[in-house]
Nanobody, 128 residues
């Protein structure tokens, strides 16, 4: 089973940028779907973006399309989430998650339960 560790969160002003990292160990991510999810206080966990395999398919929730970019460096076994033009409503704890196998479809964004491994999360706070 793959283990995941997120990093890169912090405090940023609205309009700024930040890059989150999700470092995997214990297995190669080549044959996984890796997702970024976020959870704000009092809200349900929300799918942000998913990358499958060697970036052969990516998915984004509507609110981040055009602002966030998910990518993977399979040599480093790491997935990144580049976040641009950040907004206060992006404030949340961001988690990365992994599901075994190249599973395709944007349904992955709405079904965190299909992901088997989770990191502990990293906090992003966007100030207005």
């Amino acid at each position: 089973e793959v283990q995941l560790v997120e990093s890169g969160g912090g405090l940023v002003q609205a309009g700024g940028s930040l890059r989150l990292s999700c470092a995997a160990s214990g297995d190669t991510i080549d044959d996984y779907a890796i997702g970024w999810f976020r959870q704000a206080p009092g809200k349900e966990r929300e799918g942000v973006s998913v990358i499958v395999g060697k970036a052969d398919k990516t998915y984004y929730t509507d609110s981040v399309k055009g602002r966030f970019i998910i990518s993977s460096d399979n040599a480093k076994n790491t997935v990144y989430l580049q976040m641009n033009n950040l907004k206060p409503e992006d404030t949340a704890v961001y988690y990365c998650a992994a599901r075994t196998g190249r599973v395709y479809g944007d349904f992955l964004l709405g079904h965190p339960g299909v992901f088997e491994s989770w990191g502990h999360g990293t906090q992003l706070t966007v100030s207005s």
